[in-house]
């Protein structure tokens, strides 16, 4: 009897060693962590020289550790910084690519103009002679006011291809009677026939249709650009709220202070842990992607025959055969202004010069397409391919900063950090977004409070991509305060963690309790002191009693 019950008792001092993650006998030595802890920059004063109880601990598991509450709450606040490093890097890195796209179809769009308006000049000169030159002003005036509009300035592209038709034909009847004496009272009442008298034929309504419907389409693309890019350098920004600090603590050093340096997270643990972070932001897909898609209908259209290069390379041939129009019928335009206007008086000298106007003369821009075409085709397929590999940006960023951190190879799922020691993470893998969070087993997050920044960013998205539909169809945008445009009285406030915290919350809050999991306990098992360590112990104790009782 005696033998029995002291192999009972040593087998029950053998458990209860081998259970606990630490011998209560000699406690494991902390110099490993007190190295890795001041590397990060932070002061060894107050920390232990070996383990402790963990009871202080409310993030880490409260088994023996080398953490102090102190550590704790920095290491905490460390993982929050990091990886909201890691986010606005990822985030700069996109900014680049968008940046890039932008400063490429914007240049090229000005070299285009650019070049038009020099061969406008050259050939100009040569073919209208006075006619031009000395009221070179009004196609100036035309170029800079199509340069203002690609670079997103307030102005009305349909005002501005009117006054120019409009000015136009004031210059050409006043050249044309050079005879008369006309005034500004005159010339107004000419410039309004505009309309009734087509003096430019279909050519001026032509080009007015594709000139508008091209420069459309270019700033709005250019716009949606320069959005995307505010988009994520504003999202980018937003701070990871408390809940999440908590979860990524526990997942990245929460390992160091159980003794685990080595362990790295499970990959499904590290997925959750992610998506619960930063659900609010994978809520921008559906617009994102979205635009994106617009984007790549409407960089279509700038390629091919009627192109955004042959339409602005085209304009001083078009606008010359308007004028040529004009001039071939001039006689016919003068008597139906002189009927509409009044007629005019002789100046007391006259001018007698002769081929006033050029005769059967075309002007034919020089042949720059093939080069710009190519040039444009190579902008067009290269910024396709980028704003296709932009689209799943937002609902991949969990599995992109969590795979340079992720255990792998051979048995790693069942070696790997669960968020309670080295072992198999049983839990699924939840969706994406805020919706999908409410049964999330790693973050806490009240789905009824969104994130009012990215609200706001969503709404912008979908502002830009109605504007971009626009422009496929030809309508003129306005692009005035594109930033402000989902904010408003009436749109929320953002807070600080600290304040939103003493709001009420439909969540349960984050206490020094043991938690309750929707999951099997294996990964959310909390060893709250070291009496647990002998339970093993105390239940072979009561069997062994047990069976002794049976045996009298």
């Not at 002789?346 to 720059?368: N, Q, Y």
Request: charged residues 20%; negative net charge.
């Amino acid at each position: 009897m005696d033998s029995f019950m002291v192999a009972v008792l040593v087998l029950c001092s053998l458990t209860a060693t081998a259970h606990g993650d630490k011998g209560t006998s000699k406690a494991r030595s902390c110099s490993d962590i007190r190295h890795f802890y001041s590397g990060k920059g932070f002061s060894l004063d107050g920390i232990p020289q070996s383990e402790i109880s963990g009871e202080h601990l409310h993030i880490c598991p409260q088994g023996y550790t080398c953490c102090t509450s102190d550590m704790e709450d920095n290491l905490a606040l460390l993982s929050r910084g990091e990886m909201e490093g890691l986010l606005k890097e990822a985030g700069r890195t996109l900014q680049v690519s968008l940046t890039g796209q932008y400063k490429a179809f914007d240049g090229y769009f000005l070299e285009l103009l650019n070049s038009s308006a020099i061969t406008l000049h050259e050939t100009f000169t040569s073919t209208w002679g006075l006619l031009y030159t000395q009221n070179s002003q009004v196609f100036t005036d035309l170029y800079k006011d199509l340069r203002l509009y690609c670079r997103g300035s307030n102005i009305n592209l349909e005002d501005v291809l009117n006054e120019f038709w409009s000015r136009l034909l004031e210059k050409i009847f006043f050249h044309a009677n050079r005879q008369y004496s006309i005034g500004d009272d005159y010339l107004e009442c000419v410039s309004k026939q505009l309309e009734t008298l087509h003096p430019f034929g279909e050519t001026s309504r032509d080009l007015k249709m594709k000139v508008t419907r091209t420069f459309v389409a270019a700033r709005s693309f250019v716009q949606g650009l320069v959005v995307s890019g505010e988009v994520v350098r504003k999202v980018s920004q937003v701070q990871l709220s408390q809940e999440c600090m908590r979860a990524i603590m526990k997942m990245t050093y929460c390992p160091h202070c159980r003794g685990m340096a080595s362990a790295r997270p499970c990959a499904n643990y590290c997925s959750n842990v992610l998506k619960g972070c930063l659900a609010n932001q994978a809520d921008l897909n559906t617009e994102w992607r979205h635009l994106a898609e617009t984007m790549m209908q409407v960089a279509g259209r700038f390629d091919g025959p009627s192109g955004v290069d042959v339409v602005v390379l085209s304009l001083p041939s078009r606008i010359s055969e308007a004028m040529l129009t004009m001039t071939d019928n001039i006689e016919s335009i003068n008597s139906k202004l002189f009927q509409a206007c009044g007629s005019l008086r002789e100046k007391t000298s006259s001018s007698t010069e002769a081929d006033v106007f050029p005769k059967d003369e075309k002007t034919t821009a020089e042949d720059r397409s093939a080069s710009s075409a190519n040039k444009l085709g190579r902008l067009v397929t290269d910024v396709t391919v980028r704003l296709r590999d932009m689209q799943p940006y937002w609902i991949s960023l969990p599995k992109m900063l969590c795979s340079d951190r992720v255990a792998t190879g051979a048995g790693a799922e069942d070696r790997c950090w669960n968020g309670m020691t080295r072992a198999r993470y049983l839990p699924e893998v939840i969706g994406d977004g805020l919706a999908s969070q409410i049964n999330n087993p790693e973050v806490e997050i009240d789905i009824t409070k969104p994130d009012m920044t990215i609200r706001q960013q969503i709404m912008q998205l979908k502002i830009m991509t109605h504007r971009l539909k626009n422009a496929l169809n030809g309508n003129d945008v306005d692009f005035q305060d594109t930033s402000d445009d989902a904010s408003g009285s009436g749109s929320g406030s953002i807070c600080a963690d600290e304040i939103c915290s003493r709001e009420p919350r439909l969540v349960v809050p984050m206490t020094e309790q043991a938690e309750v999991y929707p999951y099997p306990p294996e990964n959310k098992k909390v060893v709250t002191n070291s009496s647990n360590h002998s339970l093993p112990c105390v239940v072979t104790y009561l069997i062994s009693l047990l069976v002794l009782l049976l045996r009298r």
